[in-house]
């Protein structure tokens, strides 16, 4: 049931976001301020338990501005339940000398430069990597970033995640979770990305490489652990054709097969250890009629656990959908069929159930409109 406070904040954005506020001048680097927002609304289909109807899913209000080489920008959210920080960072742009590369540095809760940018996937229900901390993570920290020419590199060092704690289960972006079974927090990360564009025989290829190296806190003991990942990640777009392909393993080096993690209120657990491959295709229907935009996809993906551990099993994800576009209104109709995976009926990712380890699948509808 959608609480009456969550009606009356949805009410609020459309009204405080309607008008977007804006300064900005034609000038990149004339000082500028821009307000807006969202509002989205979402139907779910469940052949696993209680189907919901139209219900609203979340508010939002964003703010960015700009004064010179200086600039932020900033995100918070409100779903039914609980409200959290999606990213906010302050950041400089850098003068380096080669003409036509771009470089800054940003601080703050910002995304972590890991795999294909700026997701690893199409539909409005992410990858399998979104739950496992792989893709579409904020956490606090400092980025330096460069574009010049087919190149772009990013570098950076994290505190550990946006909050600072893993007790605090109302957040965004998925991250370790501090549970009685499994008492651990993220702590100090350092990540380097590298991508490379090019193009030939009508392609635009992109390719790249990320890798992180980490540690893991245990909240009882104190004791550190480490937690490392790696990514090779490409995209290949020809008209209105895009293929991406990702494959990452990911590492938790605490003594137990399996750690936590939470998001949207809940923890669950998931493989200390596992590679992440992906693969997804899409493509931007040309006779879009009334709407603006048309966009299909299928983006299908897996969790497969290293190491012969019975209490671990694959995990599997496959979302076909589109998305439409009119104005401000962005609509996403989703089937996703998931086997052994969270927030598609299973247990946990790359964790065994017997009694519930077999596939499941559900519609989602979310219409959402942005200002």
Not at 124 to 152: I, K, P, T
Request: with cysteine; net charge negative.
């Amino acid at each position: 049931m959608m609480s009456r406070g969550f009606k009356w904040l949805l009410c609020g954005v459309f009204v405080a976001s309607a008008p977007v506020v804006s300064a900005q001048e034609s000038a990149d680097d004339a000082p500028g301020f821009e307000l807006g927002g969202a509002v989205r609304f979402n139907y779910g289909w469940l052949d696993y338990g209680p189907s919901s109807g139209f219900e609203p899913e979340l508010a939002r209000i964003d703010a960015r501005g700009n004064a010179g080489p200086a600039f932020f920008s900033l995100q918070y959210r409100w779903y039914d339940g609980f409200d959290a920080v999606h990213h906010a960072y302050a950041g400089w742009k850098l003068e380096d000398g080669s003409e036509g590369a771009t470089s800054d540095i940003r601080a703050g809760i910002q995304q972590v430069p890991f795999g294909l940018l700026p997701t690893a996937s199409h539909s409005f229900w992410f990858g399998s990597g979104y739950y496992l901390g792989l893709e579409d993570d904020y956490d606090l920290g400092v980025v330096w970033q460069r574009q010049s020419g087919a190149h772009q590199w990013h570098a950076g060092v994290f505190a550990g995640d946006e909050y600072g704690t893993g007790a605090n289960f109302d957040r965004y972006s998925f991250d370790v979770a501090t549970t009685e079974d499994l008492p651990y927090r993220e702590r100090e990360r350092g990540i380097v990305r590298y991508e490379h564009t090019s193009e030939a025989d009508g392609w635009e290829t992109t390719w790249g490489a990320s890798a992180f190296v980490g540690r893991i806190e245990n909240r009882i003991d104190g004791d550190k652990h480490d937690h490392t990942g790696a990514a090779v990640h490409g995209q290949w777009v020809r008209g209105p054709l895009t293929l991406q392909a990702q494959w990452a393993r990911y590492r938790y080096d605490n003594p137990e097969p399996r750690i936590a993690m939470s998001a949207f209120m809940f923890p669950f657990e998931i493989a200390s250890e596992a590679d992440v491959p992906t693969f997804n295709v899409a493509y931007d229907v040309q006779r879009t009629g009334w709407f603006d935009s048309i966009t299909c996809y299928n983006n299908a993906s897996a969790t497969l656990p290293v190491g012969g551990d019975p209490g671990l099993r694959d995990s599997i994800q496959n979302v076909t959908g589109c998305s439409f576009g009119k104005g401000v209104m962005l609509t996403y109709v989703d089937w996703i069929a998931g086997k052994n995976m969270w927030f598609a009926g299973g247990p946990g990712i790359g964790v065994r159930d017997p009694s519930n380890d077999g596939w499941h699948s559900r519609l989602n509808v979310n219409v959402g409109f942005y200002f």
